[in-house]
């Protein structure tokens, strides 16, 4: 029989809410924690709380547990590096295990130019910040262009290219000088998704940013927090062409995207183009906090003391990566493939006609459905998917977050069984269609 929710108590039960009022009464003010969860420990897609209810978990720490809670052989590595070296500063200090895994990355050659070299940091926000300053010193150019709707992380420079909410920048400016332009969206612009975005950013570099200016251009190849849009297949080989053209570098932010989520191990491996520096993090270590900034060697040849992490790179997190790419390598990327197809077919079968379904769509496990007012109007329907994030939760135990305005996201660890997508897939349908019902 296979495994489902259990629900042993109201949510939170009564361990849980002690431990969220002592939680609430120590950390920051500025953390969302939408889900009342008090995450115990974790197996695969399965979260048990110290109550003992056991949830589905559709969420993956936010697309970063790629092999599933607690997998033993991370769970080995991580145990295995601890015993040995915990920090050495990889910064100042060699250790075989972080040139392992440096040598693994450029290795793929997942950039464009002669040879490729990595820079580790802690997070995708770190990402983000080493591929700005890296485009600023490579080009001499101190300007930056992003995509509305985008998520690049929270630090300084990363909040100037972040896009997705105005709460996450309202009170913090100024920021460094970033001009956003519009992603194109197939299920709102239509056929012409391509073309309209390439022209707004056309017109920016006829009018107020002038193309001489922009280091770079920082793009996720499957927008994320934004709300899960695949772009059309002749949307990154046109901005591709558009950098080559006035000199511009090409950033493909794919913190969330990348790691085997869409069912390749690079999301951009979908599209055929290759970006001149790479960022990734979230998937890469399976929970572990590490980030990967990645260029040709061409680029990345600044000077030593340029920039640094103490952390960055940490040898108990790179173990915890090198057998995260064993694991996708062996079969995680193609199971991500596999089960996302069937998961996304599930989907249409089962919530595909209802009137507050406006689009499915996705990549791999990295899957979105945007719910609307009508499939007429496509008015955001942001309130009712918030009321069905919580009912998964509160009525099925499903952990699963939203995206964007009005989309629901799906991003589990890409160990996710055929059973499992099923199971998260009727819970889905369960808690929308009580709330929405057709």
Request: glycine content about 10%; some cysteine.
């Amino acid at each position: 029989m296979s495994r489902r929710p259990v629900l042993k108590t109201e949510l939170p039960g009564p361990v849980a809410a002690g431990l969220i009022s002592r939680s609430d009464r120590a950390i920051s003010t500025s953390y969302t924690r939408d889900h009342p969860l008090v995450a115990e420990r974790g197996e695969g897609v399965w979260i048990i709380d110290p109550d003992g209810n056991e949830f589905l978990d559709m969420s993956a720490g936010i697309a970063v547990t790629s092999t599933g809670h607690c997998h033993p052989r991370v769970v080995a590595a991580i145990q295995e590096q601890a015993a040995k070296l915990i920090h050495m500063s990889g910064t100042d200090f060699y250790y075989p295990v972080q040139g392992r895994l440096a040598h693994r990355l450029v290795g793929m050659q997942p950039v464009r130019g002669e040879g490729c070299r990595v820079y580790f940091g802690n997070s995708g926000a770190e990402a983000n910040e080493a591929a700005m300053k890296l485009a600023r010193w490579a080009t001499g150019r101190k300007h930056f262009v992003a995509f509305l709707d985008s998520f690049h992380g929270r630090t300084y420079g990363a909040m100037s290219l972040t896009a997705s909410k105005a709460r996450q920048r309202e009170g913090f400016g100024p920021f460094l000088p970033v001009t956003h332009t519009v992603y194109p969206d197939p299920y709102r612009m239509g056929e012409r998704a391509t073309a309209m975005a390439m022209e707004h950013l056309e017109t920016l570099f006829r009018t107020i940013c002038p193309p001489s200016d922009v280091a770079a251009i920082f793009v996720e190849p499957v927008q994320g927090e934004g709300g899960y849009i695949v772009p059309p297949a002749d949307f990154l080989p046109a901005l591709r062409a558009l950098c080559d053209a006035h000199g511009i570098l090409l950033v493909f932010d794919e913190v969330q995207a990348g790691m085997g989520r869409t069912g390749k191990m690079f999301a951009h491996d979908h599209f055929d183009v290759q970006p001149d520096i790479l960022t990734l993090a979230k998937g890469i270590a399976s929970g572990l906090p590490i980030s990967a900034t990645l260029a040709s060697e061409n680029i990345m040849k600044w000077k030593p003391g340029s920039h640094a992490s103490t952390f960055g790179g940490n040898p108990v997190a790179c173990a915890a990566a090198n057998a995260t790419l064993d694991l996708l390598q062996e079969s995680l990327v193609q199971n991500a493939a596999e089960v996302g197809a069937k998961m996304m077919d599930m989907l249409r079968v089962a919530v595909g006609d209802h009137p507050n379904v406006g689009d499915i769509r996705g990549l791999g496990l990295m899957i979105g459905v945007e719910l609307v007012v009508d499939k007429q109007g496509r008015g955001r329907a942001a309130d009712l998917r918030n009321a069905v994030v919580m009912d998964c939760f509160h009525r099925s135990g499903m952990v699963i977050l939203g995206a964007g305005q009005n989309t629901v996201r799906f991003c589990p660890a890409l160990t996710l069984t055929e059973q499992e997508a099923a199971t998260a897939v009727e819970l889905f349908a369960t808690s929308l269609n009580a709330l929405a019902p057709v």
